[in-house]
Nanobody
């Protein structure tokens, strides 16, 4: 049984930085993806970034490319999302998610979710 626990987030001014962390527990087999999604009121969950745990390959949503960096610490079973040059439109609830296999950007193709953490960027 995979479980995800996030930390980080908070309130930051535009142009600032935050780092989110997500610790995975439970055994997994084969390749899998750890991804970050965000949700704002009235909108569907949006893919932000993902990392293939085995290969380390990463993907980003266009609006965060060059500003956000996803990384992993294999020994600690932790995935990070370093967010820089934050904008008010980055505000939302950020959740990490797990799926076995390969990257998908549809939130409903992920099997396990963390509890979510609020990121608020003030202008």
């Amino acid at each position: 049984q995979v479980e995800l626990v996030e930390s980080g987030g908070g309130l930051v001014q535009a142009g600032g930085s935050l780092r989110l962390s997500c610790v995975k527990s439970g055994r997994t087999f084969g390749p899998y993806i750890m991804a970050w999604f965000r949700q704002t009121p009235g909108k569907e969950r949006e893919f932000v970034s993902g990392v293939n745990w085995v290969t380390g390959s990463t993907n980003y949503e266009d609006s965060v490319k060059g500003r956000f960096t996803v990384s992993r610490d294999n020994a600690k079973n932790t995935v990070f999302l370093q967010m820089t040059s934050l904008k008010p439109e980055d505000t939302g609830i950020y959740s990490c998610a797990f799926r076995p296999g390969f990257l998908r950007t549809n939130w409903n193709e992920y099997e396990v979710w963390g509890q979510g953490t609020q990121v608020t960027v003030s202008s």
